[in-house]
Nanobody, 112 residues
């Protein structure tokens, strides 16, 4: 089993930025960030392959950037121009589908 630990969430005003980090206990090839807003299903936000291929949900294209540091088994999500509708618990897992147990996630709250 792989352990995934997310961090970097917090409270930010609309238009602000946050950088999320996800540390994995071992190397994972495809990694993704997912989020779950209150009362909604979990959704894929962004994914990155072991190389440079990236994929984004339409709602975050141009605002969020996913990247990874393979030496540290860590994947990042840079979130700019945040909107109140980005408020959610953010999780990382394998991409394109989640294979491992979900971690605790990190809460992102965007105030208007």
């Amino acid at each position: 089993q792989v352990r995934l630990v997310e961090s970097g969430g917090g409270l930010v005003q609309a238009g602000g930025s946050l950088r999320l980090s996800c540390a994995a206990s071992r190397t994972i090839f495809g990694m993704g960030w997912y989020r779950q807003a209150p009362g909604k299903q979990r959704e894929l936000v962004a994914g990155i392959s072991s190389g440079v291929y990236t994929n984004y949900a339409d709602s975050v294209k141009g605002r969020f950037t996913i990247s990874r540091d393979n030496a540290k088994n860590t994947v990042y999500l840079q979130m700019n121009s945040l909107k109140p509708e980005d408020t959610a618990v953010y999780y990382c897992n394998t991409y394109p589908t989640n294979l491992y147990a979900w971690g605790q996630g990190t809460l992102v709250t965007v105030s208007s």
